[in-house]
C-alpha cells in the first residue's frame, strides 16, 4: 500500500511540472505577442505623425488667411513704390559688320607669300591675317580698361556715369544726384570710406561704364552687335557713336604708325644695301607699306563698318515694373504662408 502511495506522488508531481512549463511558454509567447503589437502601433504613430496632412495644412492656412493677405499686401504696395521709383532706362544698339582685307590686300598678301620671311627678320608685318581677326582684337580693345578710361577722359564723361541718376523728359536733360556732385560749382561732395575717395577714381568709372556696355558678335554672319543702356536717350546713342569712332580710330593710328616704321626702317637699309636685287624688294616693300598707310587714311570705319547706326530710343528698355510688382507680390504671399505655418505647427 505504501509503494503503491511513493508510486503515485512522483507522477503528480511531474505532470504539474509540465504543466507550469507550458504556462510559462505560453505567458512569454503572450509577451512578445504583446511587444510585437506595440512596436507596430509605435511604427504607425511615427509614420502617420511623418506624413503630411494636407486637410491639416489647409486649415492651418485657412486660420491664418488674414496675417497672409495683409503681408502680401504689404509687399505688393512696397514693390509698386519701389517699381515706380525706379528710373526709365533706355537703350542705343548698333550693328556692325567686319571690315574686309582684301580690298588693297591683294599686292600686300602677295608679297607676304613671297618675302614673308624677310619681312619677319626685318620685324615687319605684311599682313595676311583676316578681318576677322581685326574684328576680335577691336571688341577687346573696346572691353579693355585702358581704352575706357581713355575714352571717359577725352569726352569727359565721369559727371553722368557717376552722378547721374535720371533724365527729365521736357527738358531733355541729365539729372545729376545732389549728394554726389554739386552742379552750381562743379564739385564732387560724395562721402565715401577710403580707399575711395571723393573724386572718383578712373577704376570705379571703367567698373559703371563696363555695366552699360553689351558687346556681342553672332558666330554664323560675324555681324557685331554694340549697346549701352543709360538714363538719356540721348546721351546713349551719343556716346555709342563716339565709342565707334573712337576704336576705329585707335586701330588706324596703330597700323599708320606700324606702317611709317617699317617705311622708316626700310629706308635706313637701303643705304647699305650692295646687292641691286635685294634693293628692288626692299622698294617693293616700301610701296606697299606705303599703300597700306594710304588705305588707313582713306578708310573711314577702319575695322567695323556700321551697318545699322545708332538711333536715339524712344521707348525705354527698362525697368519692368509690371514684373517687379508681381514678383514682389508672390515674394510676400509664399513668406506669409511659410509665417503662419510656422506658427501654427510651433504652437501645437
Known sequence: ????????????????????????????????????????????????DDEIDLGELWRAVWAGKFT???????????SIFFALSQPNVYKASAILSPVSEKSGGGGLAALAGQFGGLAS?????????????????????????????NFIAKHELLVPIMAGENWDIATDTLILDDELYDQVNSKWIRDVS???KTVPSSWEAFNEFSELLSISQDKETSMVTIEIEYFSPTMAQQWLTWLISDVNDFLRDEDQKEAQDSIDYLTRQLENIQVTTMETVFYQLIEEQTKNMMLTQVKAEYVLKTIDPPQ?????????????VVLGTMLGGMLSVLIVLIRYFSKK
Request: charged share 15%.
Open 68 to 78: 497672409i493677405i495683409a503681408i502680401s499686401f504689404i509687399f505688393a504696395v512696397a
Open 194 to 196: 577710403p580707399p575711395k
Open 312 to 324: 536715339v530710343p524712344d521707348e525705354k528698355n527698362g525697368p519692368k515694373r509690371a514684373l517687379i
Open 1 to 48: 500500500m505504501s509503494k503503491t502511495i511513493e508510486n503515485s506522488v512522483p507522477n503528480n508531481n511531474h505532470g504539474t511540472n509540465e504543466q507550469s512549463n507550458a504556462a510559462s511558454i505560453a505567458q512569454q509567447q503572450m509577451f512578445l505577442a504583446q511587444m510585437q503589437q506595440n512596436q507596430m502601433q509605435q511604427n504607425q504613430m511615427q509614420v502617420q
Open 121 to 149: 627678320m626685318a620685324g615687319i608685318n605684311l599682313g595676311g591675317g583676316g578681318g576677322g581677326d581685326k574684328t576680335a582684337l577691336a571688341l577687346e580693345i573696346i572691353k579693355s580698361r585702358s581704352f575706357i578710361e
